[in-house]
Protein backbone atom coordinates (compact mmCIF):
# COMPACT_ATOMS: atom_id res chain seq x y z
CA UNK A 1 0.00 0.00 0.00
CA UNK A 2 2.82 2.26 0.90
CA UNK A 3 4.37 1.42 -2.79
CA UNK A 4 1.01 2.61 -4.30
CA UNK A 5 0.81 5.84 -1.95
CA UNK A 6 4.58 6.57 -3.26
CA UNK A 7 3.85 6.08 -6.79
CA UNK A 8 0.56 8.41 -6.83
CA UNK A 9 2.32 10.86 -5.04
CA UNK A 10 5.65 10.26 -7.83
CA UNK A 11 2.77 11.17 -10.49
CA UNK A 12 1.39 13.67 -8.59
CA UNK A 13 4.97 15.39 -8.60
CA UNK A 14 5.80 15.04 -12.06
CA UNK A 15 2.51 16.53 -13.18
CA UNK A 16 2.33 19.99 -10.87
CA UNK A 17 6.24 20.55 -12.22
CA UNK A 18 5.69 20.07 -15.76
CA UNK A 19 7.61 16.85 -15.90
CA UNK A 20 5.74 14.18 -17.75
CA UNK A 21 6.03 10.54 -17.58
CA UNK A 22 8.36 10.47 -20.52
CA UNK A 23 10.57 12.37 -18.41
CA UNK A 24 12.86 9.55 -16.46
CA UNK A 25 16.05 8.60 -15.98
CA UNK A 26 18.11 7.11 -18.62
CA UNK A 27 18.28 3.76 -18.54
CA UNK A 28 15.04 3.35 -16.25
CA UNK A 29 11.87 0.85 -17.89
CA UNK A 30 9.94 3.12 -19.54
CA UNK A 31 6.84 4.38 -17.32
CA UNK A 32 3.62 2.55 -18.11
CA UNK A 33 0.01 2.94 -17.04
CA UNK A 34 -2.37 0.24 -18.39
CA UNK A 35 -6.11 0.78 -18.17
CA UNK A 36 -8.40 -2.38 -18.19
CA UNK A 37 -10.75 -0.47 -20.70
CA UNK A 38 -7.52 0.31 -23.40
CA UNK A 39 -6.41 -2.99 -23.20
CA UNK A 40 -5.62 -5.41 -26.55
CA UNK A 41 -6.89 -8.26 -26.02
CA UNK A 42 -5.47 -10.99 -28.49
CA UNK A 43 -6.71 -14.54 -29.34
CA UNK A 44 -4.13 -17.56 -28.03
CA UNK A 45 -1.59 -18.16 -26.83
CA UNK A 46 -1.25 -21.34 -28.73
CA UNK A 47 0.05 -22.80 -25.85
CA UNK A 48 -3.55 -22.79 -24.15
CA UNK A 49 -6.73 -24.05 -25.24
CA UNK A 50 -8.93 -22.59 -27.73
CA UNK A 51 -11.15 -19.68 -26.09
CA UNK A 52 -8.41 -17.61 -24.48
CA UNK A 53 -7.72 -13.96 -24.87
CA UNK A 54 -4.27 -12.30 -24.18
CA UNK A 55 -2.94 -8.70 -23.51
CA UNK A 56 0.77 -8.11 -22.54
CA UNK A 57 1.06 -5.38 -20.07
CA UNK A 58 4.95 -5.34 -19.92
CA UNK A 59 7.85 -7.06 -21.57
CA UNK A 60 7.71 -9.81 -23.89
CA UNK A 61 6.58 -13.38 -22.19
CA UNK A 62 8.44 -15.39 -25.16
CA UNK A 63 12.26 -13.92 -24.21
CA UNK A 64 13.79 -14.00 -21.02
CA UNK A 65 13.16 -11.05 -18.61
CA UNK A 66 10.26 -9.44 -16.42
CA UNK A 67 7.04 -9.12 -18.51
CA UNK A 68 3.54 -9.54 -17.32
CA UNK A 69 0.21 -10.36 -19.21
CA UNK A 70 -3.16 -11.17 -18.83
CA UNK A 71 -5.52 -14.30 -19.74
CA UNK A 72 -8.98 -13.79 -20.08
CA UNK A 73 -10.90 -17.02 -20.44
CA UNK A 74 -15.29 -17.87 -20.66
CA UNK A 75 -17.03 -19.68 -18.46
CA UNK A 76 -16.24 -23.35 -17.95
CA UNK A 77 -12.61 -22.76 -19.62
CA UNK A 78 -10.41 -26.01 -18.46
CA UNK A 79 -6.78 -25.94 -18.65
CA UNK A 80 -5.37 -30.10 -18.45
CA UNK A 81 -2.66 -30.63 -16.10
CA UNK A 82 0.91 -28.91 -16.80
CA UNK A 83 4.03 -27.85 -15.46
CA UNK A 84 6.37 -24.75 -15.89
CA UNK A 85 9.89 -24.59 -16.17
CA UNK A 86 10.08 -20.98 -13.87
CA UNK A 87 8.02 -20.36 -10.93
CA UNK A 88 4.41 -19.11 -11.84
CA UNK A 89 2.86 -15.90 -10.19
CA UNK A 90 -0.56 -15.40 -10.68
CA UNK A 91 -3.19 -13.08 -9.66
CA UNK A 92 -7.07 -13.60 -9.93
CA UNK A 93 -8.60 -10.14 -11.18
CA UNK A 94 -11.98 -11.33 -11.85
CA UNK A 95 -14.06 -14.12 -11.69
CA UNK A 96 -13.09 -17.47 -10.00
CA UNK A 97 -10.67 -19.23 -10.96
CA UNK A 98 -10.11 -22.85 -9.55
CA UNK A 99 -7.18 -24.51 -9.01
CA UNK A 100 -5.90 -28.07 -8.49
CA UNK A 101 -2.31 -29.99 -8.18
CA UNK A 102 -1.42 -33.23 -9.52
CA UNK A 103 -1.40 -34.78 -12.72
CA UNK A 104 -4.89 -35.60 -13.15
CA UNK A 105 -7.78 -33.17 -13.66
CA UNK A 106 -10.45 -33.40 -11.37
CA UNK A 107 -12.38 -30.71 -10.90
CA UNK A 108 -13.81 -31.72 -7.38
CA UNK A 109 -10.05 -31.41 -5.96
CA UNK A 110 -9.56 -27.92 -6.62
CA UNK A 111 -9.42 -24.60 -4.53
CA UNK A 112 -11.78 -21.70 -5.72
CA UNK A 113 -9.71 -18.58 -5.95
CA UNK A 114 -11.40 -15.44 -5.93
CA UNK A 115 -10.91 -11.91 -7.21
CA UNK A 116 -7.81 -10.04 -5.42
CA UNK A 117 -6.43 -13.45 -5.09
CA UNK A 118 -2.23 -14.03 -5.47
CA UNK A 119 -0.71 -17.09 -5.47
CA UNK A 120 2.70 -18.83 -6.35
CA UNK A 121 4.08 -22.16 -7.16
CA UNK A 122 7.36 -23.80 -7.62
CA UNK A 123 8.89 -24.63 -11.26
CA UNK A 124 7.99 -27.78 -12.06
CA UNK A 125 4.61 -28.30 -10.00
CA UNK A 126 2.08 -30.46 -11.79
CA UNK A 127 -1.27 -28.26 -11.80
CA UNK A 128 -4.65 -27.87 -13.73
CA UNK A 129 -7.15 -25.27 -13.60
CA UNK A 130 -11.02 -24.77 -14.69
CA UNK A 131 -13.16 -21.16 -14.50
CA UNK A 132 -16.69 -19.79 -13.02
CA UNK A 133 -17.86 -16.99 -14.42
CA UNK A 134 -15.77 -15.47 -17.12
CA UNK A 135 -12.08 -14.78 -15.39
CA UNK A 136 -9.28 -12.99 -16.03
CA UNK A 137 -5.61 -13.57 -14.41
CA UNK A 138 -2.85 -11.77 -14.50
CA UNK A 139 1.14 -13.58 -14.65
CA UNK A 140 4.01 -12.15 -14.08
CA UNK A 141 7.78 -13.27 -13.64
CA UNK A 142 10.63 -13.89 -15.42
CA UNK A 143 10.29 -15.61 -19.04
CA UNK A 144 10.40 -16.99 -21.65
CA UNK A 145 6.24 -17.73 -20.27
CA UNK A 146 6.45 -22.00 -20.96
CA UNK A 147 3.60 -24.21 -20.72
CA UNK A 148 4.33 -28.10 -20.66
CA UNK A 149 1.34 -30.49 -20.66
CA UNK A 150 1.48 -33.66 -18.27
CA UNK A 151 -0.16 -35.37 -21.21
CA UNK A 152 1.25 -33.98 -24.41
CA UNK A 153 -2.53 -35.23 -26.17
CA UNK A 154 -3.72 -32.17 -23.95
CA UNK A 155 -1.25 -29.75 -25.45
CA UNK A 156 -3.37 -28.04 -28.34
CA UNK A 157 -0.13 -27.04 -30.14
CA UNK A 158 0.09 -30.87 -31.42
CA UNK A 159 -3.98 -30.99 -32.46
CA UNK A 160 -4.99 -30.14 -35.82
Not at 12 to 34: C, I, W
Not at 137 to 158: L, S
Request: without cysteine; positive net charge; glycine residues 12%.
Amino acid sequence: MARAGAFVLTLLALATTGRGLADHPKGAPEPALRKPAELTWQDGPLSLPPGAKFAVLEGDPTKPGPFVFRVKVPDGYRIPPHTHPKPERVTVVSGTFNLGMGDTFDATKTDALPAGTYGTWPAGMKHFVWVKGETVVQFHGEGPWVIDYVNRADDPRHKK
